[in-house]
């Protein structure tokens, strides 16, 4: 049984150029795994803390080294000698060492990094894929990527309000058409926007963001690129949104489109959208803090689309069990550093499935190369995936891992398409 050599850590770049973390974990077996840590923007109050230097003379105060050193110095030593197999072993030796409810201690991005590039270092130390290390399943599926191909909030410099627009090509006979479909019509999606004299320059999650008068014209712009790229809007392809609406909220009122409204209003208003298109999907419509909008939103839509919590679950289990008791949303969006450890992401993950909640794995808008999420997508059977445009690097790379895995699956692997139209 191999174990716990040495543990090193790295700061790196991510796609914002902003620094993060990157660990590499060594086995006396001579094996060894590597993660990068992701990192939010329109980040939720409650998720795990975020260890950042607040060194205004290094990368406006971005850095990590504080968190490296916590890796190597204290992470470390506390690890040696452990059994890298016993991920939960692994991740509670680090709960312990916090010791504190949101990880402030060591720093979630810490913890996460040593989480992640254990159970890698695992996966190569068996010889089996990441996937299969993660969770042993018996069929696979492949999940609906829900691509962001328009962006706005605090992921674009512009005025669109809402801060994703993602199709969602329910209907791809498999994962790698789905991802095919997908850039076709984010290629379509550029050509209307020229047309239109509009800007195709892309946000922070690879999608288009253009200056647009409201969200209504940015669903109409995707609506015609579908169309125009030869798929059946409502059928092949439906729609999701990522409202963040956290961040449009305040004092009570939600600013969105130069309008100021109430959580009634702008169910009202996500009413009058959804009867306009085919949205499927609305993630954080409401703010983490207006509990009693969440309550509304999800009593007047809950049975008729997907309700995604991000802000106000934070993939913390015992914050989603709070959420499942008052009946709010429907789904879980799942982010590995909104919590901090494998464990712990894999327990919301099933308490979610059990309450009949979806799951929906993510990225963050700072990524990496890290393709970590494709392989926790399949092993945890969450059937659905946000990881962004189909374009840049950081979010293809998650896609391409998708692709591998379906060809080296053959047979055992399914699509989940279709499946997640059906609700509950
Ligand atoms: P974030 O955004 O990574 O900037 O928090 C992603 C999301 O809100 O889903
Ligand atoms: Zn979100």
């Not at 607040?54 to 504080?66: A, I, N």
């Not at 969602?168 to 479909?181: G, K, L, N």
């Not at 979010?395 to 399914?414: D, P, W």
């Amino acid at each position: 049984m191999p174990h716990i050599e040495n543990i090193l850590a790295l700061e790196i770049l991510d796609s914002r150029g902003n620094p993060t973390l990157q660990v590499t974990v060594d086995l006396s077996d001579g094996h060894r795994g590597r993660a990068n840590v992701p990192s939010g923007a329109s980040t939720g109050s409650k998720e795990a803390l975020e260890h950042r230097d607040h060194d205004l003379g290094r990368y406006g105060g971005k850095g990590v080294l504080q968190a490296v050193n916590a890796v190597e110095t204290i992470v470390a030593p506390h690890l040696k000698n452990q059994n890298p197999y016993d991920q939960k072993n692994i991740d509670q030796l680090m709960i312990d060492l916090d010791g504190t409810a949101n990880k402030s201690r060591l720093g979630a991005n810490t913890i996460l990094g040593v989480s992640m590039a254990t159970a890698v270092a695992a996966a190569h130390s068996l010889k089996v894929p990441l996937y299969r290390q993660l969770r042993s399943v018996e069929l696979s599926y492949l999940p609906v990527p829900m691509m962001n191909i328009l962006n706005g909030g605090v992921h674009a410099d512009t005025n669109v309000g809402i801060q994703e627009f993602m199709i969602v090509p329910v209907a791809a006979p498999s994962f790698h058409e789905a991802v095919r479909w997908g850039a076709e019509i984010y290629h379509s999606l550029k050509k209307v926007l020229k047309n239109k004299g509009l800007s195709t320059g892309v946000g922070d999650e690879g999608g288009f963001a253009p200056h647009l008068d409201n969200n209504e014209a940015a669903l109409h712009c995707i609506a015609e690129a579908i169309e125009k790229a030869g798929f059946k809007l409502g059928q092949d392809v439906y729609l999701a949104l990522d409202c963040a609406a956290s961040e449009f909220y305040r004092d009570g009122k939600y600013h969105l489109d130069e309008k100021s409204l109430t959580s009634e209003t702008l169910l009202v208003y996500y009413e009058s959208l959804i009867r306009q298109f085919p949205i499927i999907s609305i993630e954080d419509g409401m703010a983490e803090d207006d509990r009693d909008g969440w309550k509304k939103l999800t009593a007047a839509l809950g049975e008729k689309i997907q309700l995604v919590g991000d802000d106000v679950f934070v993939t913390n289990p015992a914050i989603l069990q709070e959420g499942i008791s008052d009946q709010i949303a429907n789904a879980l969006l799942v982010k590995l550093n909104q919590i901090g450890t494998l464990t712990e992401t894999f327990q919301a993950i099933d308490m979610a499935h059990r309450a009949n909640y979806r799951c929906i794995i993510s990225h963050r808008s700072g990524e990496s190369e890290d393709t970590f999420i494709a392989d926790l997508a399949v092993a945890s059977s969450a059937k659905q995936i946000k990881t962004g445009a189909p374009a840049r690097t950081d979010r293809v790379a998650k896609y391409n891992r998708l692709m591998e895995i379906e060809k080296e699956l053959g047979t055992q692997a399914r699509y989940a398409g279709q499946e997640i139209l059906t609700l509950r």
